[in-house]
C-alpha cells in the first residue's frame, strides 16, 4: 500500500530543502528557489511508482530538475 500524495509531502520536505544545499548553497535562504524545490517534491509525490523506484531516488532527481528549470529562466 502506497502513502497519499500529501503523506508523503509532508515527511519529505527536509530533503528538498537538502538537495537546495548540495545544489546550490549559496542561494538556500532564496524563498523562490525554496518553492521551487518543493514544487518538485509535490510533482514526485504525484508521479511516483513504487514498482519502479524507491521514493527518495525518484523525488531527488525530480527535485534536481525543478531547479534546474528554475536557474534556466
Do not use: H
Amino acid at each position: 500500500m502506497t502513502p497519499e500524495p500529501e503523506q508523503l509531502f509532508e515527511q519529505n520536505q527536509r530533503l528538498a530543502y537538502s538537495v537546495i544545499w548540495k545544489i546550490a548553497p549559496n542561494f538556500a535562504n532564496d524563498e523562490d528557489l525554496k518553492q521551487e524545490a518543493l514544487l518538485g517534491l509535490w510533482k514526485a509525490c504525484l508521479t511516483w511508482d513504487p514498482k519502479k523506484s524507491q521514493f527518495s531516488t525518484y523525488s531527488v532527481r525530480c527535485i534536481r530538475n525543478q531547479i534546474y528549470m528554475y536557474f534556466r529562466k
